[in-house]
RNA sequence: GCCAGGGUGGGGUAGUUGGUUAUCCUAAGGGACUGUGGAUCCCUCGACCCGGGUUCGAAUCUCGGCCCUGGCCCCA
């Protein structure tokens, strides 16, 4: 049999519903918020994402060829193709810029529990904005975004200046070897680098800060950081308005292209991959040739939250299904229009089933039947039957139309 | 790319010291029943992941691959 590509799903429709459910909550959050949705192409050049995180993710990405021998990807992520279209697009419209989207990325890796090689993310960009305040909104929408959703999470935020101050001496290339020591929670192995840069001093502050839960001790622990005023006031604004969070200097984590505020969500109940929310304030227009617009957002894993949250029960809708004779078909397809007209899910046999295997396939798949033969035709009416109750009765079409609207609501 | 455990009808399973026609449940379609049910009975459909090797004989042993689950690495 033919198998689906590796790290892909199928959804069946009770899935698919809980998608759909989850996926309009946090839409309708973005919305109050004054992010309105965009789209952008689901490939993009391939420049678009090197030019963005370098020339090591190619081999994370679906990167193929057009027939004009251009070189394309699927996009491994949604942010680079925002601003992309910022630039192409949005320069001129009124500043600050409040965008969202729900979107399928692509990454050829290893799946697991939580990661899969075609996975949805809805993100958000504000673009334009350069306060604390910004940074502040941008993490209370993710907060509401995921409370909304219904998961549970603890939620970390940071900021990169006072890991950057620590290491002010050594070139931004040794950042990064750092953080990746820092990160996967190495002491030793980061002592061994630091010393080996002159720099053992700083082991011990880093992993102070890394360990720091207090706003006040960050900058005990790493000085006068210049960027200390606008560090408080997006913590005092969070504190403000109730987000409960926790100070993380520590979050360094791929990080590479974020210049300030950063955060993280985390889902307690999933595994290796228990990551659900990442952002953090950049600089990406520039690269792709716009003005230097300070940028904040962040991406959910869509598919990270639908695993934590779990099974959960759909509202229910009544389903009805029309049963009839041979010669009464025209009728009932008259019928259920009438039904579908007033939203009520309709089905009828497309199998030239009996009368009686078509009630059997309507006790297992519908809430109520209507039967229908020359009988009712002639008399003008319908017989409703509750299949769950086995009463019925005939009645007119408006009347049994009505009595499935009641369905449910007492 | 690496490690561990797995892979038997659509779903769930029995069978694995090699041996007849591969077990059972369920789902699906039909019938008993041409104007009334989910019960019951009957029928139908449908599987040993793929390929090589060992053997008289492989679902079973062996090797390789693919895929699944979880972990490592990575995580824009």
């Given at each position: 049999?033919?198998?689906?590509?590796?790290?892909?799903r199928?959804?069946?429709?009770?899935?698919?519903?809980?998608?759909?459910?989850?996926?309009?909550?946090?839409?309708?959050?973005?919305?109050?918020?004054?992010?309105?949705?965009?789209?952008?192409?689901?490939?993009?050049?391939?420049?678009?994402?090197?030019?963005?995180?370098?020339?090591?993710?190619?081999?994370?990405?679906?990167?193929?060829?057009?027939?004009?021998?251009?070189?394309?990807?699927?996009?491994?992520?949604?942010?680079?193709?925002?601003?992309?279209?910022?630039?192409?697009?949005?320069?001129?419209?009124?500043?600050?810029?409040r965008?969202?989207?729900?979107?399928?990325?692509?990454?050829?890796?290893?799946?697991?529990?939580?990661?899969?090689?075609?996975?949805?993310?809805?993100?958000?960009?504000?673009?334009?904005?350069?306060?604390?305040?910004?940074?502040?909104?941008?993490?209370m929408?993710?907060?509401?975004?995921?409370?909304?959703?219904?998961?549970?999470?603890d939620?970390?935020?940071?900021?990169?200046?006072?890991?950057?101050?620590?290491?002010?001496?050594?070139?931004?290339?040794?950042?990064?070897?750092?953080?990746?020591?820092?990160?996967?929670?190495?002491?030793?192995?980061?002592?061994?680098?630091?010393?080996?840069?002159?720099?053992?001093?700083?082991?011990?502050?880093?992993?102070?800060?890394?360990?720091?839960?207090?706003?006040?001790?960050?900058?005990?622990?790493?000085?006068?950081?210049?960027?200390?005023?606008?560090?408080?006031?997006?913590?005092?604004?969070?504190?403000?308005?109730?987000?409960?969070?926790?100070?993380?200097?520590?979050?360094?984590?791929?990080?590479?292209?974020?210049?300030?505020?950063?955060?993280?969500?985390?889902?307690?109940n999933?595994?290796?991959?228990?990551?659900?929310?990442?952002?953090?304030?950049?600089?990406?227009?520039?690269?792709?040739?716009?003005?230097?617009?300070?940028?904040?957002?962040?991406?959910v894993?869509?598919?990270?939250?639908?695993?934590?949250?779990?099974?959960?029960?759909?509202?229910?809708?009544?389903?009805?299904?029309?049963?009839?004779?041979?010669?009464?078909?025209?009728?009932?397809?008259?019928?259920?229009?009438?039904?579908?007209?007033?939203g009520?899910?309709?089905?009828?046999?497309?199998?030239?089933?009996?009368?009686?295997?078509?009630?059997?396939?309507?006790?297992?798949?519908?809430?109520?039947?209507?039967?229908?033969?020359?009988?009712?035709?002639?008399?003008?009416?319908?017989?409703?039957?509750?299949?769950?109750?086995?009463?019925?009765?005939e009645?007119t079409?408006?009347?049994?139309?009505?009595?499935?609207?009641?369905?449910?609501?007492?």
């Amino acid at each position: 049999m033919l198998q689906k590509p590796r790290g892909t799903r199928d959804f069946l429709p009770d899935e698919m519903e809980r998608r759909r459910l989850i996926e309009e909550r946090m839409r309708a959050v973005a919305r109050r918020w004054g992010y309105r949705e965009v789209c952008t192409p689901n490939f993009e050049y391939l420049e678009l994402f090197t030019m963005k995180s370098g020339e090591e993710i190619i081999q994370e990405m679906y990167v193929f060829e057009d027939k004009s021998g251009r070189q394309l990807t699927l996009r491994p992520e949604v942010t680079a193709s925002v601003l992309r279209m910022y630039v192409n697009e949005g320069r001129v419209l009124p500043k600050p810029i409040r965008w969202c989207y729900f979107a399928d990325c692509f990454r050829y890796e290893r799946p697991q529990k939580g990661r899969y090689r075609q996975f949805w993310q809805f993100g958000v960009e504000l673009i334009g904005a350069d306060t604390a305040l910004a940074d502040a909104e941008v993490i209370m929408l993710a907060d509401d975004l995921l409370h909304t959703s219904g998961v549970e999470f603890d939620l970390h935020v940071g900021h990169l200046a006072p890991m950057k101050h620590i290491l002010r001496d050594l070139p931004p290339d040794d950042h990064r070897m750092v953080m990746a020591h820092l990160d996967r929670h190495d002491p030793q192995a980061l002592g061994h680098a630091l010393e080996a840069k002159g720099l053992g001093d700083r082991t011990e502050l880093l992993l102070a800060l890394s360990e720091c839960r207090e706003i006040d001790e960050v900058f005990e622990i790493a000085g006068d950081v210049p960027e200390r005023p606008r560090i408080e006031e997006t913590f005092t604004i969070l504190d403000s308005q109730g987000i409960r969070y926790r100070p993380n200097f520590g979050i360094a984590r791929g990080l590479d292209y974020y210049t300030g505020m950063v955060f993280e969500a985390f889902a307690p109940n999933l595994g290796a991959e228990n990551q659900i929310l990442g952002g953090g304030t950049y600089r990406l227009a520039y690269l792709f040739g716009g003005d230097d617009a300070a940028s904040c957002g962040f991406a959910v894993g869509f598919d990270r939250i639908m695993v934590s949250i779990g099974d959960f029960p759909l509202e229910y809708e009544p389903v009805v299904g029309v049963v009839c004779t041979p010669e009464a078909r025209t009728r009932a397809l008259e019928i259920a229009r009438a039904f579908r007209k007033t939203g009520i899910r309709t089905e009828v046999d497309l199998m030239q089933r009996s009368l009686s295997a078509q009630l059997s396939h309507a006790a297992r798949t519908a809430d109520y039947a209507v039967v229908v033969g020359q009988r009712e035709c002639e008399a003008g009416t319908v017989t409703l039957k509750n299949l769950h109750t086995g009463e019925q009765r005939e009645t007119t079409l408006d009347d049994a139309v009505a009595e499935v609207m009641r369905f449910g609501r007492c």
